[in-house]
């Protein structure tokens, strides 16, 4: 009998330590692989400068014509609204999926065209397009698929990153609904 209680305390001791170390109230939590890509600007960019920080990361192509302008448009919205609420300290981290055509001169072309400030916004490219496959489905459970066009299947969530590097929160960034923004303000308002 003893031996019975003991091992119930011990998984009920488990159970609370694992609780305790989810700081994130998130739906899941996935560590985000390191990395070393490039960024719009040609300057290597790692992981580890976003430690310590939330970003909001995508997976875009510039020469996409639906899903990836909608998706930034989006992202954008979020980034005034948050900006509305006074938090200006969050990242954003645009990966490209066609890193063949996707230079950092394509990169920087396409957020200046959108109006985006390069400050708190992270367009990466630098790798090979099975790297970035096979560093999606890992980091972010997002698949990416070229198809014979070279066009793109992808997944098009907006996913939280917390300041652990831990994918904690998804979002659909291309059917974003104004309600849907308020609760990612509100979850990132949580965080901080």
Known sequence: MKKKISVVIMLALVVFLAA???????????????????????????K???????WIVDFIYTSCETECPQMTYNKQKIERALEDEGINNIEFVSFSIDPERDTPEALKEYGEVRGIEFDHWTFLTGYDYETIKEFAVKS???PIEQLEDNTFMHGVSFTIVSPEGNAIKSY?????????????????????
């Open 172 to 192: 659909n960034g291309y059917y974003l609904e104004q309600d849907q923004i308020k609760e990612m303000v509100e979850f990132i308002k949580d965080m901080q």
């Open 48 to 54: 580890s400068d976003f430690d310590g920080k939330i």
């Open 140 to 142: 972010f459970k997002i």
């Open 20 to 46: 305790c170390g989810q700081k994130y109230k998130g739906d899941f939590s996935n560590e985000v692989q390191d990395f070393t890509f490039t960024n719009q600007d040609g300057k290597e960019v790692s």
